[in-house]
């Protein structure tokens, strides 16, 4: 690229990193931004500039960062929720507090939670995709897991791991703390 910016000259890397991060072709980055695989492939082997749009576009693709993606120190940064920042809500379950600790961009793929219970509160889930699962560590107290017509007790320190491709359900049998991992096939 015949070009003065420092910052295109990581553009093509980056973008070919994050599309790999992934998993995907560039036959899918192509369809999911709507830019053509040949452009794509010209921007990552760095042979043309894209517009601010094929940028965005393909940003919005691979679900990166639009800015992250242009600064120059953007491998030298540890990104930080701090708890105050942490989204969570009350309403899902009864007697219970989800916070939500996976990034946006991972809904419905690969997610984290943070989840509180009162004495006898529960979180009730109806199937997730076919090929869902969850993986459940008890941090504090005690709980029950339902997964289908199977159930099991778990108590501090203890891991489950279940079919969520099926009704299931996690009922506090005394106050108790859970770490949620969700995995969408």
Known sequence: ????????????????????????SLDAVAKLSGVSKSMV???????SSPTIATLWNLTRALQVDFAGLLDADAGDKVDVLRASEVPSFDNMGQGCLIRI?????EAGGHEVYDISFEAGGSLKSQPHARGATEQLTVLEGAVR?????????LVQGDTARYAADVAHAIE???PARVFLIVKNA
């Open 1 to 24: 690229m015949d070009n003065d910016l420092p910052i295109l000259d990581l553009l093509p890397a980056r973008l070919r990193e994050a599309r790999r991060s992934q998993g995907l």
């Open 41 to 47: 492939s010209q921007i990552e082997r760095g042979e």
């Open 145 to 153: 897991i339902t997964s289908g017509t199977a159930s099991n007790d």
């Open 172 to 174: 506090a049998t005394e």
């Open 101 to 105: 600790l996976s990034p946006p961009e």
